[in-house]
């Protein structure tokens, strides 16, 4: 079974993160991501920014993986 | 291009909002496809052109690749990928979808 934590260390090793929460099941994750790489993105750009970070794992391990992508300055305002 | 790349170019640019789900509105097979008919419900969504990845294999796999995007659902409007059930959610909330979708039926 895939863990929350091999996640968040999927996401860490391929993506530079400020701040970086996973939490799931097994099948469904929730992630808190927070980086500087995000500035200047849209949306899209930012998952797959994410999706890029877990490459295969998304298409074999990860059935859905539901995100929020901040930027340092959007998290701090809350956003 | 490849036939199935093709047939997806086809599809987003003949309609002017797609969504590309697991099941049909009225059956929706997955959580995150039923809320994505949901939103676009509630954003008074008039023609919505779906096509269900799960009775064709080329597309489930094609879709994937056309957007550089690994998750269904999938929304195109105005022939544009616009995001998967995170992005539709945050930009129901926002109220940003309502907005973009009253806009592609000015075009129209």
């Known amino acids: 079974m895939v863990t929350a934590d091999s996640v968040k260390q999927g996401i860490a090793a391929g993506l530079e993160c400020e701040h970086l929460e996973v939490a799931g099941d097994g099948e469904h994750f929730q992630a808190l991501i927070v980086s500087r790489l995000f500035e200047g993105r849209n949306r899209v750009q930012r998952h797959q920014l994410v999706y890029q970070a877990l490459g295969d794992r998304m298409r074999e391990e990860i059935h859905a993986l539901s995100m929020r992508t901040v930027t340092p300055q959007e998290w701090q305002a809350g956003g | ?108």
């Open chain 2, 1 to 108: 291009m490849s036939d199935v790349q093709q047939q997806i170019k086809d599809q987003v640019t003949q309609h002017a909002v797609v969504l590309y789900m697991k099941g049909t509105p009225q059956f929706p097979q997955c959580g995150f496809s039923a809320m994505a008919i949901q939103v676009l419900q509630a954003s008074g969504v008039k023609e919505l052109f779906t096509v269900n990845v799960l009775e064709n294999a080329e597309i489930r796999q094609g879709i994937k690749q056309f957007a550089n995007w690994p998750t269904i659902p999938q929304l195109y409007i105005g022939g544009e990928f616009v995001g998967g059930s995170d992005i539709m959610r945050e930009m129901f909330e926002s109220g940003e979808l309502k907005k973009v979708l009253e806009a592609t039926k000015q075009q129209a």
